[in-house]
């Protein structure tokens, strides 16, 4: 073999490496896929997903599932080009779903912590349900301040002007949503005697949102205790499940009616239900998993909508309210509200 040949066959057999290799090399792409699902009123290895103790807790016919995605990372561009031919994935950036300068680790911590908060306000839903309200208390009253001398530690905020609280946030958020110089007019309860007095918000120091000087804590008296036990999943989306199923078991009522129900949706503490990530393929877990009714966060409609999973039913809600009527429809043969377009 001439010089000319060997150096051609060399240069061949070093683009093929090479293409091999580009083939083969991690890229930063992430491949979504439908994850399991688990029941909220049954178990997961083994083990109450949801236990409550402290009350009497019921069993139910059917099942409530909540939905995860699963995240393939560390692809290749051959399994980035296969996935992109599954109608059921969706393969997109790391940094759509990991932002810039953000490791894993971080990710995942973020993704726990979003996990127990979503667990956390369905507790909180779920009891206020249960005729447990939330008690918004004044932990400190700041001198100096407007409700200085209008307020004392202990005492417990029921509304402002007129407007029931759900939360400490609630309260944060009236006063805030106001400019300052604003009159509130305040119920509140001290040692056991309802009461009512008026104070006006002050602008916070070096550009703050408006504010009357209180520090406020949020307790939510209950007998009951409510623990989770499921391992690997993350994230803030099982909320509305969640909530759900600590109602079904505290409820005399079967929500499901036999059926088997899936759903999605992050949960606030005023029981507000929020969108998530990843619909097109929780509709496909749902599905797989016998679902053939979807409850659907309202803001996630439209893309459900864009991804029609035929047979799975997509129920449109936007409040914990939402999902119970919803529920209750379903259990007397009638027609809930559905997404449209």
């Known amino acids: 073999m001439n010089r000319r040949a060997t150096t051609l066959t060399a ?3 070093l683009l093929i490496a090479l293409v ?35 009350a009497p807790a019921t069993k139910s016919d059917g099942q409530l599932r909540m939905v995860t995605i699963g995240e393939l990372q560390g692809m290749s561009t051959f399994d980035v080009i296969k996935s992109w031919l599954n109608k059921d994935d969706a393969t997109v950036p790391r940094e759509v779903l990991i932002p810039e300068g953000q490791t894993q680790q971080q990710s995942d911590q973020q993704s726990a912590d979003d996990f127990k908060s979503s667990q956390a306000s369905a507790v ?10 939330v008690q918004v208390k004044v932990g400190k009253v700041v001198d100096g301040m407007p409700a200085a001398g209008k307020f004392q530690v202990g005492d417990i905020i029921t509304s402002i002007n007129g407007q029931k609280l759900l939360s400490s946030q609630d309260a944060i958020n009236t006063i ?26 002050a602008a916070g ?27 690997n999943v993350g994230g803030p989306s099982a909320g509305l499940m969640f909530t759900l199923g600590i109602i079904d078991k505290l ?3 079967d929500l499901t009616g036999g059926k088997i129900i899936a759903g999605t949706g992050t949960m606030d503490d005023d029981g507000n239900v929020g969108s998530i990530g990843g619909i097109p393929q929780k509709l496909v877990a749902a599905y797989d998993a016998g679902a053939r009714v979807f409850l659907t966060p ?16 997509l129920v449109k809600v936007s409040t914990i309210d939402d999902a ?15 997404c449209t377009k």
């Open 11 to 13: 240069g061949i057999a």
């Open 176 to 201: 805030r949503a106001k400019p300052a110089g604003t009159s509130f007019k305040v119920d509140f309860i001290r040692n056991g005697q309802a009461q009512q007095t008026e104070v006006t918000s």
């Open 20 to 54: 091999v290799l580009a083939w083969n090399a991690p890229v930063k792409y992430i491949t979504i896929e439908p994850g399991p699902t688990f029941d909220t009123l049954g178990q997961a290895k083994g083990k109450a997903l949801i236990t409550v103790s402290g």
């Open 251 to 253: 409820d005399p009522a």
């Open 324 to 338: 119970l009527k919803a529920l209750q429809q379903i259990r007397d043969g009638k027609q809930p509200t559905l």
């Open 205 to 231: 120091k070096d550009g703050a949102p408006p504010q009357v000087g209180l520090e406020l804590s949020q307790e939510q008296p209950s007998p009951i205790k409510v623990t989770f036990d499921l391992d």
């Open 124 to 133: 909180t839903v779920a009891l206020r349900h249960q005729g447990y309200p």
């Open 298 to 313: 309202a803001d996630n409609c439209t893309e459900a909508l864009g991804h029609p999973v035929k047979g799975l039913e």
